[in-house]
């Protein structure tokens, strides 16, 4: 078939981006879905930080690439031999797909499944290969095995959770990424505990989404540190007991907790947050990385403090979470309010007003842009 997807064509695009235009909407050929692959349609696509890496090269992926990894959709066709999901059934598409055999899907992290990571890198699917045609004589890359900012996209049967159908396409769609991510890390990772104290650095959807588990946690206090105030607003109406401005934050923190947070969550991709995350961190505390720096970025600590302070540093990709336990979970909490996803969506717009949105995104307007293939 064919369809219209918003590919990146170049990382090296100086902003703004509504001028220079690093990604083009162009209708492409979509090849059917293979065996034990689903044809979907998109319905909403959030936009995040992580993709902004890669337009910007923070994030070096090949190109030209069929862009977006947090989606909702619908299945529309079943790859040859069919599915356990029936054609119209909504989904949530997943950034990490899970082949469910590796020796991490096996241990139960398949956030680290490990043909899911060669496929991702080399913007091809799980099963291999590529689904969408040539843009000027060259392949086109599937983004993380999603590639969300499209009217219809062909991905794995592991890239996707069920859902409701009565879930909004555009709430739907934050679970994938910024729910797993930010919660998760706030819940698999840190596994915070009633009581215990949370930094969260970084208020995008994935750091809102920490402060929303943090809450559910039952986190006292819980400190939101951002240097936009509206998103300082926006966690304290959230159950951020203090919400901070970067500057010397870490001391704040250090003064307001009587020497540290239980857990301090980075969820921004610098080096220099995650710095500021650890020294804000208590004697026997948790710093948890979640945000992802340019590959060179070093992170040096003092080695003693590791041991005589028995502090951890943890990564937290795709929040540890197991989609299919997870995703459902965190739909529970959703239902009954604990988690006010709704909170985190900013505005809709149309697929071909991408470079904008992303300008808006990297100038820290907003929380959550949603962009709807079908309008
Ligand atoms: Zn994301
Ligand atoms: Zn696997």
């Not at 069920?162 to 930010?182: N, Y």
């Not at 919660?183 to 402060?211: D, H, I, K, Q």
């Amino acid at each position: 078939m064919r369809t219209r997807a918003a590919v990146l064509v170049a990382d090296d695009r100086p902003r703004p981006y509504a001028e220079s235009r690093p990604v083009e909407v162009h209708e492409l050929d979509l090849a059917p879905a293979g065996p034990g692959e689903l044809l979907i349609r998109v319905d909403a696509a959030g936009l995040c930080h992580s993709d902004l890496s890669v337009v910007d090269g923070n994030r070096p992926r090949p190109t030209p690439m069929a862009l977006g990894h947090e989606a909702a959709g619908t299945i529309v066709e079943l790859g040859p031999g069919g599915s356990d999901l029936a054609v119209g059934t909504q989904v949530v598409l997943v950034f990490v797909p899970r082949c469910g055999v590796c020796r991490e899907c096996a241990r139960g992290r398949p956030a680290l499944c490990q043909p899911a990571a060669a496929a991702n890198a080399a913007g091809e699917l799980l099963r291999g290969g590529r689904r969408w045609g040539e843009l000027d004589g060259q392949p086109v890359n599937h983004h993380l095995g999603v590639s969300a900012f499209a009217e219809h996209v062909v991905v794995d049967r592991g890239s996707v959770v069920p859902i409701p159908s009565d879930v909004e396409p555009a709430t739907g769609a934050l679970f994938g990424c910024a729910l797993l991510t930010g919660a998760g890390a706030v819940l698999n990772t840190a596994r915070v505990r009633p009581g215990e104290s949370v930094a969260v650095f970084g208020l995008g959807g994935v750091g809102l989404a920490a402060v929303m588990a943090a809450v559910v946690a039952g986190a006292e206090p819980i400190v939101a540190v951002d240097p936009v105030p509206e998103k300082r607003d926006l966690a304290r109406s959230l159950g951020a007991r203090h919400v901070l401005g970067v500057e010397a934050a870490s001391e704040h923190i250090r003064e307001l907790t009587g020497g540290g947070v239980d857990h301090a969550i980075e969820a921004v991709g610098s080096t220099a947050v995650l710095r500021a995350a650890w020294a804000a961190t208590a004697r026997g505390g948790t710093t948890v990385a979640v945000g992802l720096p340019h590959p060179s970025q070093r992170l040096e600590v003092p080695a003693v403090q590791l041991v005589g302070e028995a502090r951890t540093l943890v990564g937290s990709y795709l929040g540890g979470s197991i989609p299919d336990i997870d995703l459902p979970r965190l739909l529970a909490l959703w239902r009954i309010g604990r988690l006010p996803v709704e909170r985190l969506h900013s505005t809709s717009r149309p697929l071909g007003e991408i470079n904008g949105a992303l300008d808006q995104l990297a100038d820290g307007v907003g929380v959550r842009q949603v962009l709807l293939p079908q309008s």
